[in-house]
Antibody
């Protein structure tokens, strides 16, 4: 059974840092692109970042580029999002999601339960 | 940047057909996915590659994509279908080589 379990969320002051982790199990982690997707309270889904299977490619939404860093450790089946210079608008539930692929399309076929990040003084 | 537009809300009576649209410039040239999210839960993939259903998704949920509009259709709508629905595409036309993800704003489906 595929499982994605996020951790590391919490309350942080503006300008602070937080490190989110996602523990993956039930599949060969190193063969999938992985993403972070967030959802502000009462708002829609927003993709944040993704990383290629071997970590050689990483992409970010404009609003977090330069502040957030996505990384992975395939030996430990772990995905990480390092978040620096946090702002109030980064407050959201952060989901770890696997990018499945079929017929030339990638899509989010499994999601974690999410971890809440609150940026407030 | 590319944008996907959904109606904020759609209402349907039980047993009727609900249609949720997702609009974008030449969207029919891209693959579209749909996700269902119930309150307090994580999103669930219900349609990928415009019209394909993952295992476990009922046949009454279907998708289409042509021109500038993708449509999620739920036939014989049930109370359990009440949820938020999000469409999703990639920024590049070549989905296998795409780098960034776009979500629509979401549609709240109410079963009256």
């Amino acid at each position: 059974e595929v499982q994605l379990v996020e951790s590391g969320g919490g309350l942080v002051q503006p300008g602070g840092s937080l490190r989110l982790s996602c523990a993956a199990s039930g599949f060969t982690f190193g063969t999938y692109w992985m993403s972070w997707v967030r959802q502000a309270p009462g708002k829609g889904l927003e993709w944040v970042a993704n990383i290629k299977q071997d970590g050689s490619e990483r992409y970010y939404v404009d609003s977090v580029r330069g502040r957030f860093t996505i990384s992975r450790d395939n030996a430990k089946n772990s995905l990480v999002l390092q978040m620096n210079s946090l702002r109030a608008e980064d407050t959201a539930v952060y989901y770890c999601a696997r990018e499945g692929s079929l017929g030339g399309q990638r899509f989010f076929d499994y999601w974690g339960q999410g971890t809440l990040v609150t940026v407030s003084s | 940047s590319y944008k996907l537009t959904q109606p904020p809300s759609v209402s349907v009576s039980p047993g009727q057909t609900a249609s949720i649209t997702c609009s974008g410039d030449e969207l029919g040239d891209r693959y579209v996915c749909w996700y269902q999210q119930k309150p307090g839960q994580s999103p669930v993939l219900v349609i990928y590659q415009d019209r394909k259903r993952p295992s476990g998704i009922p046949e009454r949920i279907s998708g289409s994509n042509s021109g500038n509009t993708a449509t999620l259709t739920i036939s014989g709508t049930q109370a359990m279908d009440e949820a938020d629905y999000y469409c999703q595409a990639w920024d590049n036309l070549q989905a296998w080589d795409s780098t960034t993800v776009i979500f629509g704003g979401g549609t709240k489906l109410t079963v009256l």
